[in-house]
């Protein structure tokens, strides 16, 4: 079991979460082509495309290659999208499409590093119009997410800004690391992709989640934990009369401290007695 409070005269420290298949059951951006189609931004074409990539990406995961092939098709498919519309989609549908497949685990894995005192950061490769209303609702301190660049008319231009994938994710969290005072010895990193080996090497606790036959290869070789995620369940259910706290994306760190230890010491008096093996990996360290 994770101590509830942290020696906070020791350096900080943080859990680095990758979204898609870790934290969630599908990805995160192509979820919303539903709602995308539906409010006119893309085709039934389209639409369907995107939920022929989705069953790809869920089957067999993806590679490098196929990461670029899904990159260069989603850009090319926003251009021109309305910058305000997308956000207003994704919050209108937000909680009916990514709140029943989030991971029981992994939500129980956020609430324990919050309660240890610990950062919780999505470092994701989909959109921040996607990742960042997520981590919000999932109570995350902060949030790195790929970014398109937009236009003076307010759409996206179909270019990319920054890109938050294989080792641009690690220097992400070094870059962090300096500016929160994170030790990264000390930090726990968690992803299913072996495009994140850069960002389970940067930390001191790096785990395997679901990993794919790459990554799960690598977790073996290196001594990782290698962790099983299959119970998505909807926040509600795990705890009715629970709310993840309103943590918005890229919050201040001196907002957390105390209201984290707090909040963690009230909800972890009254958890469930059944801990998941996730849970159980963690109680080694």
Known sequence: M????????????????????TVIAKSSTLTFSKSFYRGGLISRRAALRTAYIQFVFLVGGADHD???????????????????????????????????????????????HHAAGRDVVIVSTSGAEVVEPIGEMLGAD????????????????????YYAYGPTKAEAVRELAKSEGYDLSRCYAYSDSATDIPMLEAVGHPYAVNPDRTLRREAVAREWPVLAF???????????????????????????????????????????RHRTAAAAALAGR
């Open 142 to 161: 902060r949030v790195v997410a790929t970014r398109m660049v937009v236009g003076e008319d307010g759409c996206f231009t179909g270019e990319v800004e």
């Open 2 to 21: 994770l101590s509830v409070v942290e020696n906070h005269s020791l350096p900080r420290t943080a859990a680095f979460f990758d979204l898609d298949k």
């Open 66 to 112: 196929q990461m670029e092939r899904m990159r260069e098709y989603l850009s090319a498919l926003c251009k021109g999208w309305n910058v305000a519309q997308v956000k207003e989609l994704v919050a209108e549908t937000l909680h009916d499409l990514i709140d029943p497949i989030i991971y029981d685990e992994a939500a129980s894995l956020i609430e324990e």
């Open 230 to 272: 299959d119970r998505p369940v909807r926040l509600k259910q795990r705890l009715p009369d629970f709310r993840m706290p309103p943590r918005p994306a890229l919050m201040a760190a001196a907002a957390v401290g105390a209201a984290a230890a707090t909040a963690g010491l009230v909800w972890y008096a009254t958890r469930r």
